[in-house]
């Protein structure tokens, strides 16, 4: 039986004041990652650029561009020494929606470092190709489980997060949580301290799935502008809070391509940058496994979730065998993160 050192106590959902409904307040400019993160930088891997956002120091491959990745041995668990939060986004979404956690866990701890990046697909994360040739492959990227989630392992091992005396803590929301589980039960680094994964269980994830389509169609295609969407995301209570939907949304839409006939007619010129409906041939492996995988980690976890339904029958009996932790946020909807 091995023990690993608890995560840091978080506070209960009632100390955590969410409002029932927002307002939509006058002002709906957007608000910069950079206004919660210190650092944006790219790192390449396979000609892929990956958008980084990072706070904290001992992270010197943001700052000082590698030609190939430098592969050092393991270092231990060092209990003493200020983590590392390696934060990954949800489908859809971009690390943009980590800001304010990034935020708040710098005030708890300044010594602490962030790392944040854009996933394939999503933000400002893209191949290293001609600018319309990545206009019209936005749609064909390869959001597999088993790409993201080498991705995670390559970014990790490039940026020589596994070696930089921390100890790690990987937080994953939604299909994010998914992927930093399976980059971590791969167990390549010693270093793991914990994992968190923020509102997916698998049982309710793979329902979820059978009405993607019926949520996609929800939502509005286009919009005139980002106020626009910033608005739509506080009206629809996809997000909770406006200083949240001023960070969040900006990032996730893109003006159409070129030839746009909507657009060119005075329509609306803003798009999603993910088109979820084309990623349903990876939706099937997103989440298979994901319970079996979370409780077999060799490190502390912790579940958020924003109810107790949404447990499936593997967490439950988990849950009261004592292998992880629970924390509820009632009445916070999905982007759990973001309040």
Same mark, same amino acid.
């Given at each position: 039986?091995?023990?690993?050192?608890?995560? @840091?106590?978080?506070? @209960?959902? =009632?100390?955590? @004041?969410?409002? =029932?409904?927002?307002?939509? #307040?006058?002002?709906?400019?957007?608000?910069?990652?950079?206004? !919660?993160?210190? /650092?944006?930088?790219?790192?390449?891997?396979?000609?892929?650029?990956?958008?980084?956002?990072?706070?904290?120091?001992?992270?010197?491959?943001?700052?000082?561009?590698?030609?190939?990745?430098?592969? %050092?041995?393991?270092?231990?668990?060092?209990?003493?020494?200020?983590?590392?939060?390696?934060?990954?986004?949800?489908?859809?979404?971009?690390?943009?929606?980590?800001?304010?956690? +990034?935020?708040?866990?710098?005030?708890?701890?300044?010594?602490?470092?962030? &790392?944040?990046?854009?996933?394939?697909?999503?933000?400002?994360?893209?191949?290293?190709?001609?600018?319309?040739?990545?206009?019209?492959? %936005?749609? *064909?990227?390869?959001?597999?489980?088993?790409?993201?989630?080498?991705?995670?392992?390559?970014?990790?091992?490039?940026?020589?997060?596994?070696?930089?005396?921390?100890?790690?803590?990987?937080?994953?929301?939604?299909?994010?949580?998914?992927?930093?589980?399976?980059?971590? *039960?791969?167990?390549?680094?010693?270093?793991?301290?914990?994992?968190?994964?923020?509102?997916?269980?698998?049982? =309710?994830?793979?329902?979820?799935?059978?009405?993607?389509?019926? !949520?996609?169609?929800?939502?509005?295609? %286009?919009?005139?502008?980002?106020?626009?969407?910033?608005?739509?995301?506080?009206? =629809?209570?996809?997000?909770?809070?406006?200083?949240? +939907?001023?960070?969040?949304? #900006?990032?996730? &839409?893109?003006?159409?391509?070129?030839?746009?006939?909507?657009?060119?007619?005075?329509? @609306?010129?803003?798009?999603?940058?993910?088109?979820? +409906?084309?990623?349903?041939?990876?939706? $099937?492996?997103?989440?298979?496994?994901?319970?079996? *995988?979370?409780?077999?980690?060799?490190?502390? *976890?912790?579940?958020?979730?924003?109810? /107790?339904?949404?447990? $499936?029958?593997?967490?439950?009996?988990?849950?009261?065998?004592?292998?992880?932790?629970?924390?509820?946020?009632?009445?916070?909807?999905?982007?759990?993160?973001?309040?």
């Amino acid at each position: 039986m091995h023990s690993h050192p608890s995560l @840091p106590p978080f506070a @209960p959902s =009632s100390a955590i @004041p969410l409002p =029932s409904r927002p307002s939509v #307040p006058a002002d709906l400019s957007p608000i910069s990652p950079l206004s !919660y993160f210190d /650092t944006a930088s790219s790192v390449s891997l396979s000609s892929y650029s990956f958008r980084v956002f990072h706070s904290g120091t001992s992270i010197p491959a943001l700052t000082i561009p590698a030609p190939e990745p430098v592969v %050092r041995g393991p270092s231990p668990l060092n209990p003493s020494a200020p983590m590392c939060f390696v934060l990954h986004h949800g489908g859809g979404y971009s690390a943009a929606s980590f800001g304010l956690v +990034a935020k708040r866990l710098r005030e708890m701890d300044p010594a602490c470092a962030v &790392v944040a990046w854009d996933c394939r697909g999503h933000g400002e994360s893209k191949a290293d190709v001609a600018e319309e040739t990545v206009l019209t492959a %936005r749609i *064909k990227e390869d959001l597999s489980l088993s790409r993201l989630s080498a991705d995670t392992v390559e970014l990790v091992e490039t940026m020589g997060l596994h070696t930089c005396g921390r100890d790690l803590v990987f937080v994953g929301h939604s299909l994010g949580g998914a992927v930093v589980v399976d980059a971590v *039960k791969q167990g390549r680094w010693t270093n793991v301290l914990g994992v968190v994964v923020v509102d997916v269980v698998e049982g =309710s994830a793979k329902d979820s799935l059978r009405h993607m389509h019926t !949520y996609i169609h929800s939502r509005p295609s %286009r919009f005139f502008a980002v106020a626009d969407a910033v608005r739509w995301s506080l009206t =629809s209570s996809t997000i909770r809070t406006p200083e949240a +939907a001023r960070l969040t949304m #900006p990032p996730l &839409v893109v003006p159409a391509p070129p030839g746009d006939e909507r657009a060119e007619r005075g329509g @609306p010129g803003l798009e999603w940058r993910t088109d979820l +409906a084309a990623t349903e041939e990876f939706w $099937d492996g997103w989440f298979e496994d994901l319970s079996a *995988k979370f409780l077999s980690v060799r490190a502390a *976890k912790l579940l958020v979730l924003a109810g /107790t339904d949404r447990l $499936d029958t593997p967490l439950m009996i988990g849950q009261m065998q004592g292998k992880f932790q629970l924390t509820v946020i009632q009445d916070s909807g999905h982007l759990v993160c973001t309040p």
